[in-house]
């Protein structure tokens, strides 16, 4: 998040102004955001926030690029953007354009502090292209 430079005026006692020069980050003059935020960025694999207290969220969207054949479940193997130290708690959501199939997503076998493998399936009668939203929750210390 960027804040940009900025000067406040603070009024003294006797109805006079100080300025106070630049502040070059509001999160610094609070002093939170390197404790709070520790690392964030992304790669091919999706993004990743590092937080202070240990914890990390990655997530990644993948359009609707899956195509699943009806009455199957397709399997893939989703890449964390950047390691947990434990094994995360994974979300998978399916994205369609349409509401009136059933589709499910879910988190299958596979997973690691590296990636884990989702799965995604619909009851329509014809192949669907089905996009996925993954979110994982963990540790990285």
């Not at 091919?44 to 690029?65: S, V, W």
């Not at 434990?86 to 997973?111: K, S, W």
Request: aromatic share 10%; net charge neutral; charged share 20%.
């Amino acid at each position: 998040m960027a804040i940009k430079d900025f000067e406040m005026n603070i009024k003294n006692a006797d109805g006079s102004y100080d300025i106070l020069h630049p502040v070059t980050k509001v999160d610094n003059v609070l002093g939170l955001y390197e404790k709070i935020f520790v690392e964030s960025g992304q790669n091919a694999n999706g993004d990743y926030l590092k937080i202070g207290d240990g914890t990390m969220i990655c997530r990644r969207t993948i359009d609707r690029a899956t195509t699943v054949p009806p009455n199957t479940i397709n399997r893939l193997n989703w890449v964390f953007p950047a390691a947990f130290t434990i094994i995360p708690t994974v979300l998978v959501t399916p994205v369609l354009d349409t509401t009136t199939v059933r589709v499910g997503a879910f988190q299958a076998t596979g997973d690691s502090v590296y990636q884990s493998q989702v799965a995604v399936y619909h009851d329509f009668n014809q192949s669907l292209l089905i996009g996925l939203r993954l979110l994982a929750i963990g540790r990285w210390k």
